[in-house]
């Protein structure tokens, strides 16, 4: 079928990284007053993946990287660019990016971090398409990686049980034969930041021993208000990217979403009329990994064989800032 849009980049591989271990709702339980039942109806989590003390976001995200490079056939070597999304960076200064073109030793690429929370993979695959465009590359690893347990309050019941660790990744190219990124669709809206955030620990509030005490570096969120924004900001991006790769509902064969809430994933689906068997869920094994989501679930929906050759699919995020968006591609 000829596509309205006409590609230009092509997600070539994925690749995903989880933690091993395993840390059931039951666990949860003895850390703060919650239970199974609240955790599993309200949200779809069954159980999360987080990582240990020793395994930072750059260890995942060259972890997920390998796996993206070995299957498109890519060296480090052969790396152009590598951009990448986290929340979590290990450090402020430098970007966990350099440290992840150290790890893989691609010596050839430039690297630098960005910030849009659970939207960062999608808006890295417009940033790798307009660098390809742009002719500054020809290889882009996009990465998106989160270890979303250090930074979550240990303490708050209302966020930490939503949140797990993990990292995927995608090697882009150049199109070919019609397959691509055959619409993008980014948006923010900032006057809404502190809905979802961490108050301190910044430049404007240092970390000090008051940030410490108050616990403002760990993640604080407005879950109720949140959720009403993100059904809101995922079905105007579904339909906005549908429009624009010229596309119907009816052609996606799976709809790839952030995987925050079961809740939310329904509400989107049905706006976007998609039944829930074309939709991709694994909200329940890892909770919510933030921008390592979608690249996560599109991984493993590939290595289950939902997204075959031609497969036309569907992904929206929405996150912290706000930020949302959506990408309609062919494989
Ligand atoms: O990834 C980026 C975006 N993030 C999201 O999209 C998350 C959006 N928000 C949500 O998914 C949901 O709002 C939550 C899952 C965070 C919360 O679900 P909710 O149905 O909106 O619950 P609520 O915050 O309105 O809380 C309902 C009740 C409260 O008790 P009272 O006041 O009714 O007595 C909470 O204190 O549930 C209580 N509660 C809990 N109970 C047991 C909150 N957290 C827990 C918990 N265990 N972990």
């Known amino acids: 079928m000829i596509q309205a ?56 995200a060259a972890a997920a990287a390998r796996v993206a490079m070995e299957r498109a056939g890519v060296e480090a ?13 290990d450090r402020l200064l430098p970007s966990t990016a350099c440290d992840v073109q150290a790890l893989l030793g691609a010596r050839n690429a430039a690297a630098y971090d960005y910030a849009t929370a659970c939207s960062g993979f999608l808006y890295g695959l417009s940033m790798a398409e307009a660098h390809i465009t742009a002719g500054q590359a020809e290889t882009v690893l996009v990465c998106a990686t989160e270890k979303m347990s250090s930074i979550v309050d240990w303490t708050d019941r209302s966020t930490c049980v939503l949140f797990g660790d993990g990292a995927g990744a995608t090697v882009v190219k150049r199109a070919e034969d019609g397959r691509g990124i055959l619409s993008s669709y980014m948006k923010s809206d900032g006057t809404l930041a502190e809905l979802l955030y961490r108050p301190g620990g910044g430049a404007r509030i240092p970390l000090d021993i008051a940030v410490l005490d108050e616990r403002s570096h760990f993640v604080k969120m407005a879950g109720p208000e949140v959720f009403k924004s993100a059904v809101r900001a995922m079905c105007e991006a579904a339909e906005t990217a549908l429009q624009r790769a010229g596309v119907t509902a009816d052609e996606i064969d799976l709809l790839v979403p952030h995987q925050a809430n079961i809740r939310i994933i329904e509400a989107t689906a049905k706006y976007a009329k998609m039944p829930m068997d074309k939709v991709f869920v694994n909200v329940d094994r890892y909770g919510n990994m933030s921008s390592a989501s979608i690249p996560v679930a599109l991984d493993e929906a590939r290595e289950q064989g939902r997204v075959g050759d031609g497969a036309l699919v569907l992904m929206v995020a929405f996150g912290a800032g706000f930020t949302w968006a959506a990408n309609v591609v062919r494989f």
């Open 77 to 89: 070597e052969g790396i152009d660019m590598i951009l990448l999304s986290t929340a979590t960076p």
């Open 5 to 60: 849009a006409s590609p230009r980049a092509r997600l070539a591989s994925t690749g995903r990284f989880s933690p091993p271990r395993v840390v059931t709702n039951a666990e949860l339980e003895t850390l703060v007053d919650t239970n199974d039942e609240w955790i599993r109806t309200r949200t779809g989590i069954r159980e999360r993946r987080l990582a240990d003390k020793d395994t930072g976001a750059a260890d995942m």
